[in-house]
């Protein structure tokens, strides 16, 4: 008797932990943009991105979603270019961040923007400026 009265109560407080923390655990994981930079206003220190996802077609087009973020003071910003000869694993031209000036990030350029929950609004924390180079 005592066993299942000890088993009930830790299945009741396992189930009110998940509940109690289920909120908190979802708004934790960063969510990420990605599409080409379709405006930047430094007035009104805002990014406006074209983004591709979920991928849909509509009248032979691909639909593509406007998304608007305000970068902040702390906002890390980062290019993802390849390597002049080897980096730092040893591979000819591999992909390197290297620091970027915030706000060199141009018009028709590809970005990821990593957005956090911070409260009710999403902040973004990094832009990486990724170029592409086709050899």
């Given amino acids: ?19 109690l923390g289920g909120p908190g655990w979802a ?9 080409i930079v379709a405006a930047v206003d ?3 220190g805002t990014i ?6 979920p991928w849909q077609v509509r009248d032979g087009l691909t639909v593509t979603t406007r998304v608007t ?6 906002t890390a910003w980062a290019r993802a270019r390849r390597a002049q000869g080897a ?11 290297v620091p970027q000036g915030a706000w060199e ?6 970005v990821t923007i990593q957005l956090d929950r ?9 832009v990486t400026v990724s170029e592409f180079d086709t050899r």
């Fill in 1 to 19: 008797m005592a066993v299942r009265r000890c088993w009930r109560t830790l299945t009741a407080a396992g189930l009110a932990l998940l509940i």
């Fill in 27 to 35: 708004q934790g994981a960063p969510v990420r943009q990605s599409g």
């Fill in 42 to 44: 430094r007035s009104a």
């Fill in 48 to 53: 406006t991105i074209e983004s591709v996802g």
């Fill in 69 to 74: 973020v305000k970068p902040e003071a702390l």
């Fill in 87 to 97: 980096g730092p694993s040893g591979w000819e031209g591999e992909f390197i961040e």
């Fill in 105 to 110: 990030v141009k018009t028709g350029e590809y």
């Fill in 118 to 126: 911070a409260g009710d609004r999403q902040v973004a924390t990094r």
